[in-house]
């Protein structure tokens, strides 16, 4: 953590309030019980003059988000993008050794493994995740990156070819200390393979889904590149991807040293300029759709919200919508019949919806934006109600969207 107040990224130390969220959940606790605490945290959003990177200063404590949550499993996302990542890599050095940092329950090292690297370790600090690749015959610890768990792992495996680093970044605060780590594990020349969320669409639409699961620093593709020259490594490629709401990635090559703080450091104007529009577009979107679920609720509208994952419970406490949703339905399993954080309201799945939902239903997709037909389909096919219906999450336009869904309430009066 740092101690003095200053930019994780540039180390700037005059940094601006943009907003704050109050009452957040804990996003991957999913509590068993009603009366199971769910914990609730004021967040504020800072950005960096110097650089511009929007992060959060004063963050949730990181034992309190990551290492109690039993249902923080990403196997089932199947990512399909994986292999295009990998071969992008393998493209650049044969496969050799790889760790992959964040493995969490290692469907990314059952892929590396199929792909060819010979030696592949695992690091992911949620143990129950950790337990579940183990089980799957691989070599993980159960630990943060720090520098003492990178000369421990060394030490053990010696240095990596290919360090991967998917979805990991965005949730560290101390980003030199961390990417000293990185070093270490690395062979000379070694090749990083980062991929973060791609929030600037998100940011341009006002989407408040971007500031998901308690991420601590939001990377335009710039601020990334400047990341990753700063801490010593040269971008060899670049990729986008359409998941979680879209993805950039990019393979790149340890230097010798890391470079100065300010070599490669981006102008800030654009990037803060961005922010204070999205901070207006935000608080709009906000409004627009809570407004959206009152209104639809005096004409006769139940409620569902339609995937409980971290970027839906978000949504929820941001919009201060919690106590007008009738349902929680998600497909996945472990989450079934356990509580979303933030409300009070049992996750169930679809069939338990069947005849309950009344003639007349608003349902808020909290689904990735190239699922969302599919979701629709199975609505339909369950539920006998009028629907209506509003895209919640980047790159759909949910500003658009919550006009159609009145346009639809208004059709079928
Ligand atoms: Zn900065």
């Not at 990735?368 to 339909?380: D, I």
């Amino acid at each position: 953590m740092n101690n003095v107040r200053q930019c994780c990224l540039c180390g700037g130390k005059d940094l601006v309030p943009l907003f704050k969220l109050d009452s957040l959940p804990i996003s991957h606790y999913l509590r068993k019980k009603l009366d199971d605490p769910d914990p609730r945290f004021t967040v504020g959003f800072e950005c960096c003059k110097s650089c511009g990177l929007l992060q959060i200063v004063d963050a949730i404590p990181a034992d309190l988000i990551y290492s109690q949550a039993d249902t923080y499993t990403t196997g089932f996302q199947r990512p399909r993008h994986l292999e295009d990542l990998i071969t992008t890599a393998v493209a650049r050095c044969d496969p050799g050794s790889a760790i992959d940092v964040g493995c969490n329950d290692g469907a990314l090292m059952e892929a590396l493994g199929r792909a060819g690297y010979t030696t592949v370790v695992g690091l992911e600090p949620n143990a129950i995740a950790a337990e579940i690749a183990r089980k799957k015959g691989h070599k993980v610890y159960t630990s943060y990156l720090d520098q003492k768990a990178a000369d421990d792992i060394v030490a053990e495996c010696g240095r990596f070819d290919a360090l991967y680093l998917r979805h990991v970044v965005e949730h560290v605060s101390d980003l030199e200390r961390f990417f000293a780590a990185v070093r270490t594990l690395l062979n000379p020349e070694g090749l990083l393979i980062l991929e973060l969320p791609d929030v600037e669409e998100g940011f341009a639409l006002g989407s408040p889904a971007i500031l998901w699961e308690e991420h601590v620093n939001y990377f335009t593709q710039a601020l990334a590149e400047y990341m990753l020259c700063r801490f010593g490594f040269r971008v060899l490629d670049r990729r986008k991807y359409v998941f979680g709401g879209g993805s950039f990635a990019f393979v790149a090559q340890m230097e010798a040293a890391p470079a100065a703080a300010t070599a490669g450091r981006p102008d800030s104007a654009p990037t803060v300029a961005l922010l204070q529009d999205f901070v207006a577009r935000m608080q709009r979107q906000k409004q627009e759709l809570s407004s959206l679920v009152s209104q639809a609720r005096s004409a006769g509208y139940k409620v569902v919200m339609y995937g409980a994952a971290p970027r839906s419970c978000l949504m929820v406490s941001v919009c201060q919508i919690a106590d007008m949703i009738d349902f929680v339905v998600d497909d996945r399993q472990d989450i079934q019949d356990r509580l979303m954080p933030g409300t009070q309201l049992f996750v169930r799945p679809l069939d338990t919806l069947a005849g309950t939902t009344g003639d007349k239903l608003l349902c808020l997709l909290g689904v990735g934006s190239e699922n969302e037909f599919k979701v629709r389909a199975k609505l339909e096919k369950a539920v006998g109600a009028k629907l209506a219906y509003v895209s919640l999450f980047p790159p759909r336009n949910t500003l658009d969207s919550v006009d159609d869904a009145r346009r639809a309430i208004a059709a079928h009066k």
